[in-house]
């Protein structure tokens, strides 16, 4: 458990600076905004990976409650949502105009959903930092009015539910095989 718990400290904590400005500026005057966001890319990937191997390597812990059947049920309809909107934070499109932050929204889908359904130590930790990470960002973004401006063109909109679809469904037929839960008739 140690090991998820540093990679959560690694990836959320650095998540968490752009959330505070000022230290996001200092941090760039100080190094440049290329080695910045190169040192920021690559402690990320780092806190990434110790997420994955913690998660892995890690008991599933007590059951602290009983999972909510409801949530099991809706999982791959609301992680399909997740995804798409995962897929339409970084392009200009109507999704992302309409919900200013469609990244922060799919994680806490992607998360809440998950929390829920699981219920032992190892998920509650995964999923609930995650869940608190982002509702975190999400009152940080609305408090900074951070939103940037573009035109939104309707076909990065049919490319974001293209690719959250076809990453869904990638997902959904291997989470047995990676996860070790199925959560659909056709997991493999």
Do not use: C
């Amino acid at each position: 458990m140690r090991l998820l718990n540093l990679g959560l400290a690694v990836f959320l904590g650095l998540h968490l600076v752009p959330a505070i400005p000022a230290w996001r500026r200092a941090l760039v005057q100080r190094m440049g905004e290329p080695r910045y966001k190169r040192y920021f890319s690559l402690a990320s990937g780092v806190g990434l990976l110790l997420i994955v191997a913690g998660y892995a390597l890690a008991e599933r812990g007590p059951q602290l409650f009983v999972p909510v059947a409801g949530a099991r049920m809706l999982a791959p309809i609301v992680v399909t949502i997740a995804l798409i909107l995962l897929a339409a934070a970084n392009m200009p499109t109507r999704i992302r105009a309409a919900l200013r932050h469609p990244m922060l929204l799919g994680v806490l889908l992607w998360s809440g959903v998950h929390f829920l359904a699981s219920g032992n130590l190892r998920a509650s930790v995964l999923f609930g930092a995650f869940f608190l990470w982002a509702v975190l960002d999400l009152v940080s973004a609305f408090a900074r009015g951070s939103v940037r401006t573009f035109v939104p063109q309707p076909k990065y909109d049919l490319m974001s539910v293209g690719g959250g679809l076809l990453v869904a469904l990638v997902f959904m037929v291997l989470h047995r095989v990676l996860f070790g839960v199925p959560v659909v008739p056709f997991s493999v």
